[in-house]
């Protein structure tokens, strides 16, 4: 008789539990928030949080620009005024100014996080820079780990960074020079590009691809890479039709070759 009342214990338990489980998982896929499973002093916890949008404007004076992000979608672009927009979830906008260098990047995640779970959509974490018209900004760093960036519209001096994980698009972009030496597991999209004077790319497991851009002498080194040269939507590799006076020095698999067009 005990036996059986413990057998009784066990499925009511095992059923509230499934209920709970399904109640507890359908409310995280309807309220599209971010779900983390973390122990906390042994104990199994879950924790579920939103989305949260904030927007500070930066200083007219600011003249290089510092973009770090972790995890979170970076867009530069023109716009109106110069602001810097964040959607985050469990972390707040942070802007550091000093003289004019402005340094953008989330905070860290607060309180204990573990593993990420979702059933259902969720806000991605994204910051959105705008640069008005006439441009003051002459330089933008960006320091990307697993954070897909876009960057378009922009005339600078100098575009540089260290990126991981990431796929990088420039759209329409002119530039002195460009230079990323440290690019592990990165998609390139150069389209529409304006280099003036140089750049050099070093890429670990990554792609580049370059489309009716125009280039000065472009130094592209990788390790397992691949390299795109598309003109008029036709891919050309080697590049071989003239386009000017471009010319790209190609390094990958450390054998250098030069293409003259």
Do not use: C, W
């Amino acid at each position: 008789m005990r036996l059986f009342r413990t057998k009784q214990v066990v499925v009511i338990g095992a059923i509230t539990a499934a209920i709970g489980g399904i109640l507890l998982f359908s409310g995280f896929a309807m309220g599209g928030a971010k779900n983390y499973i973390t122990l906390d002093n042994g104990q199994v916890k879950t924790m579920s949080y939103e989305a949260s949008s904030e927007t500070k404007q930066l200083n007219k004076n600011v003249k290089n620009l510092v973009i770090r992000s972790n995890a979170a979608y970076v867009t530069v672009e023109v716009g109106k005024e110069f602001s810097v927009k964040s959607q985050l979830t469990n972390r707040t906008l942070q802007v550091h100014t000093d003289g004019d260098t402005a340094s953008i990047f989330p905070s860290s995640v607060k309180g204990k996080v573990g593993m990420f779970f979702s059933f259902g959509s969720f806000k991605e974490d994204r910051l959105t820079v705008t640069v008005p018209s006439p441009q003051q900004l002459k330089s933008l760093e960006l320091e990307l780990n697993a954070s897909d960036a876009s960057v378009k519209g922009l005339d600078l001096s100098d575009l540089s960074g260290e990126v991981n994980a990431t796929n990088l698009a420039l759209d329409t972009v002119t530039a002195q020079s460009i230079n990323f030496e440290k690019a592990n597991g990165v998609d390139f999209l150069f389209s529409n590009l304006t280099l003036k004077d140089s750049g050099r790319i070093k890429m670990n497991a990554g792609h580049l691809e370059i489309e009716n851009s125009q280039l000065p002498p472009l130094s592209v080194s990788g390790n397992a890479s691949e390299l795109t040269i598309r003109d008029n939507d036709e891919i050309k590799l080697p590049y071989k039709e003239s386009t000017g006076n471009s010319v790209f020095t190609i390094d990958m698999n450390a054998a250098e070759t030069v293409i003259n067009n």
